[in-house]
T-cell receptor, first 110, second 114 residues
Framework: DAKTTQPTSMDCAEGRAANLPCNHS???????VYWYRQIHSQGPQYIIH???NNETNEMASLIITEDRKSSTLILPHATLRDTAVYYC???????????FGTGTRLQVTL | GAVVSQHPSRVICKSGTSVKIECRSL??????MFWYRQFPKQSLMLMAT?????????EQGVEKDKFLINHASLTLSTLTVTSAHPEDSSFYIC??????????FGEGSRLTVL
């Protein structure tokens, strides 16, 4: 599994875009980039995943660099409910295990 | 979307007893389920990969005789913490793939060993 590196914490004003970076320089060609978030005392919530192309869903956008060594999760209009720990990970998907790094603690403020 | 359910959500037990945690995939079949453990203010640590109809694969440093995993059907995996001790107190989480590539997690089970 590719090792991922994320900043420990970030702040974002409510209503503004939150841009969370992740470095995965050792990612292999068949590994997807996954993003999850965990709100205190709950199981992780799936956000988005991608292989090469940028992806967007109702929750967020995922921007993956052309060399696939890093990515950015974008929450376009952060709300207080987006305060959580965000984890970036890499996996080949389906039956392959997914491991978590230390994550980024995002604090959305008024 | 896919739903994964865990039971119980909270359990308190005495030291030396065994505790069983269930993980169910509610609207899809999961041949593989993953078990994680999370200590306060730490990340999720993968404990083992549970495979339907075969033995689980444990991560390095996880005692297979301490944490018994059974995956008897395509919708149910169980984790039994045997002879639990206070240091086993933790948040245990299971996960499995629903739609291709989407790993969904249960709500977690908080174990407190007195």
């Amino acid at each position: 599994d590719a090792k991922t590196t994320q900043p420990t914490s970030m702040d974002c004003a409510e209503g503004r875009a939150a841009n969370l970076p992740c470095n995965h320089s050792t990612i292999s060609g068949n590994e997807y980039v996954y993003w999850y978030r965990q709100i205190h005392s709950q199981g992780p919530q799936y956000i988005i995943h991608g292989l090469k192309n940028n992806e967007t869903n109702e929750m967020a956008s995922l921007i993956i660099t052309e060399d696939r060594k890093s990515s950015t999760l974008i929450l376009p209009h952060a709300t207080l409910r987006d305060t959580a720990v965000y984890y970036c990970s890499a996996s080949t998907g389906t039956a392959s295990k997914l491991t978590f790094g230390t994550g980024t603690r995002l604090q959305v403020t008024l | 979307g896919a739903v994964v359910s865990q039971h119980p959500s909270r359990v308190i037990c005495k030291s030396g007893t065994s505790v069983k945690i269930e993980c169910r995939s509610l609207d899809f079949q999961a041949t593989t389920m993953f078990w994680y453990r999370q200590f306060p203010k730490q990340s999720l640590m993968l404990m083992a990969t549970s495979n339907e109809g075969s033995k689980a694969t444990y991560e390095q440093g996880v005692e297979k005789d301490k944490f018994l995993i059974n995956h008897a059907s395509l919708t149910l995996s169980t984790l039994t913490v045997t002879s639990a001790h206070p240091e086993d107190s933790s948040f245990y989480i299971c996960g499995c793939f629903g739609q291709p590539g989407e790993l969904f997690f249960g709500e977690g089970s908080r174990l407190t060993v007195l």
